[in-house]
């Protein structure tokens, strides 16, 4: 156990992962509890497809049959960029993570390559790389493998790099030695919650997607239209939002990547509605290929710039 753990951590540095840590695979109680609760209340807004394999977030050996360990990274994605702050309103600011590439596309691979020497050393073994795909409370886990902690924005806080961290897990059957979970240390520093300017922050670590910027920029890709408390509170968001991680003071070391996958494309940092309504469908797809900003869709960003224009 010892010995594969020490393999692993230097190893993991070489790939490209910032932070490493294990937790022992075991059936989640009061996290799972608390999920609950959270879609019970609607928090989920219409992002249905979190109701679905609710056993298989309690029990991840469902996902891995004989699972014992999870083994979890994190990704530095700070780079040295800012936005403009003077905006007027045809400007949208994109979410610092969606700068660069998809991050799907960037921390997989490392995984499974993480994961095969695993297999070099046990090829017995069986190991499962997930990237915010699977039916899995990544979070918890993190919290659970000494990571971090959840902030009250409810993003895992990290002492080196703050919240500007991408999250990967590997599920594996071989037992490796869980690492300690470390204490919160958001203390009582609120700042996330009090400037959050649609209140989505509505108790401590818990976010009403309803209320949330970025589930409406992102997740409705043009579907619905915004309530009126999001629709005048944007502050010139376009994809995605990122004021309870600008706020918190865990991100102002500024220890930025070196990654350049996840450096602004083209150097930009906001989008301009008059470039976009010009855009076409095929246009779009070239330019933001292997970006999470394809997410949205055309239309979707078009829409989200249009609310902008008419936001306080």
């Keep these: ?124 073994a069986k190991s499962k790389c997930y990237v915010d795909t699977g039916p899995i409370l990544e979070k918890v886990w993190a919290v659970k493998a000494g990571l971090g902690w959840q902030g009250k924005n409810s993003l895992i806080l990290t002492k080196k790099f703050g919240s500007y961290v ?9 037992e490796i030695e869980p690492d300690s979970i470390i204490p919160d240390h958001c203390g009582k520093c609120s700042s996330c919650i009090e400037s959050c300017p649609t209140n989505a922050i509505v108790q401590p670590k818990v976010i009403d997607s309803n209320k949330c910027i970025s589930y409406w920029t992102i997740e409705t890709k043009g579907k619905a239209d915004f309530p009126e408390n999001v629709a005048k509170n944007l ?6 939002c990122d004021i309870c ?10 220890v930025f990547t070196d990654d350049v996958s996840f450096f602004p494309r083209q150097n930009q940092t906001i989008l ?6 010009q855009m076409s469908e095929d246009e779009f797809s070239i330019r933001f290929k292997n970006s999470p900003i394809k997410r949205a869709k055309l239309e979707g960003i078009r829409k989200n710039i249009s609310y902008i224009k008419k936001s306080e």
């Design 1 to 124: 156990m010892v010995e594969l753990k020490e393999i692993l951590k230097p190893r993991a540095k070489e790939i490209g992962f910032d932070l490493i840590g294990f937790a022992k695979a075991e059936p989640l109680e009061n996290e799972f509890d608390n999920y609950l609760y959270w879609l019970e209340q609607g928090f989920n807004a219409k992002m249905e497809y979190l109701e679905r394999n609710k056993e298989k977030r309690k029990d991840i050996s469902l996902i891995l049959e004989n699972a014992k360990t999870v083994i979890v990274t994190a990704t530095n994605y700070n780079t040295p960029f800012y936005h403009n702050q003077s905006l007027n309103n045809s400007q949208g600011k994109i979410s610092r993570y969606a700068w660069g590439e998809d991050y799907h596309n960037v921390i997989l691979p490392k995984l499974e390559l993480l994961a095969s020497e695993i297999s070099k050393i046990y090829p017995e």
């Design 166 to 174: 991408f999250l990967g897990l590997i599920i594996t059957s071989v």
């Design 235 to 240: 502050k010139n968001w376009v994809f995605g």
């Design 245 to 254: 991680q600008e706020v918190c003071p865990w991100n102002r070391k500024e």
């Design 272 to 277: 301009e509605s008059d470039y976009f309504n």
